[in-house]
C-alpha cells in the first residue's frame, strides 16, 4: 500500500492493524542519456509496492511503502 496515497486515518487503520513500514531507498544519479536521473530512486520504490502487494496478497502481511528517499548522488563526470 503506498503510504501517500492513503488519508491519515486510513493510515492510522494500517499501524493499529500491525502494519509494517518500508522505506525504499534509492540513489539521484547520472545514468548515461538512456535513463533519468531519478531511475534508481524510482525503481526501489516501485519494487517495494509490488513486493507489498505481493505480500498482502499471498501471506496477508499489511506494509506501508514510505515515499522512496533518494540519497548518495554520484558526482557527474561529463555533465
Same mark, same amino acid.
Given at each position: 500500500? =503506498?503510504?501517500?496515497?492513503?488519508?491519515?486515518? =486510513?493510515?492510522? =487503520?494500517?499501524?493499529?492493524?500491525? +502494519?509494517?513500514? *518500508?522505506?525504499?531507498?534509492?540513489? &539521484?544519479?547520472?545514468?548515461? @542519456?538512456?535513463?533519468?536521473?531519478?531511475?534508481?530512486?524510482?525503481?526501489? =520504490?516501485?519494487?517495494? *509496492?509490488? +513486493?507489498?502487494?505481493?505480500?498482502? +496478497?499471498?501471506?496477508? *502481511?499489511? +506494509?506501508? *511503502?514510505?515515499?522512496?528517499?533518494?540519497?548518495? @548522488? &554520484?558526482?557527474?563526470?561529463?555533465?
Amino acid at each position: 500500500m =503506498e503510504f501517500c496515497s492513503l488519508t491519515w486515518p =486510513e493510515i492510522r =487503520e494500517s499501524i493499529d492493524r500491525g +502494519a509494517l513500514a *518500508v522505506l525504499p531507498t534509492g540513489c &539521484t544519479e547520472q545514468q548515461g @542519456p538512456h535513463l533519468a536521473v531519478e531511475w534508481d530512486t524510482w525503481s526501489a =520504490e516501485t519494487l517495494c *509496492v509490488s +513486493a507489498a502487494e505481493r505480500a498482502l +496478497a499471498q501471506h496477508g *502481511v499489511e +506494509a506501508l *511503502v514510505l515515499p522512496a528517499m533518494p540519497f548518495g @548522488p &554520484t558526482p557527474a563526470a561529463s555533465l
